[in-house]
């Protein structure tokens, strides 16, 4: 069921489930939250039965997998892989100690 006020439906949906989940009668609730019984039980039944709007499916669209951005440096049998911003000073400090510099 689709209201024309989000907030209205969605206080709607509030109280039933309130009133469903208390165990209450419609009038204790409706009293307690100075609603009628009349406008909790429209809600209910309108909440039970689905509109003829409402999707029967909905479809799924798959995210694409994120692209990896990693580099991977080789200095003779070492390697190193680099995220994106690493620190590029640290980055020449690893390949010098490894004696990758020329």
């Known amino acids: 069921m689709q209201s024309r006020n989000p907030v209205i439906e969605f206080r709607g949906r509030e109280r ?4 469903r989940a208390s165990g ?3 009038a ?3 009293a307690q939250h100075t609603l009628s019984v009349t406008s909790l039980t429209r809600w209910a039944s309108r909440l039970s039965t689905p509109s003829s709007s409402s999707p029967a499916f909905v479809p799924v669209v798959r995210a ?14 070492a390697r190193a892989r680099v995220a994106p911003n690493f620190d590029a000073d640290l980055l020449a400090a690893v390949v010098r100690a490894l004696g990758g510099e020329r």
């Open 16 to 19: 039933v489930a309130l009133w």
């Open 64 to 77: 694409k997998a994120p692209v990896s951005r990693e580099l991977v440096v080789e200095v003779g049998a």
């Open 24 to 26: 209450l009668s419609a």
């Open 28 to 30: 204790r609730i409706a």
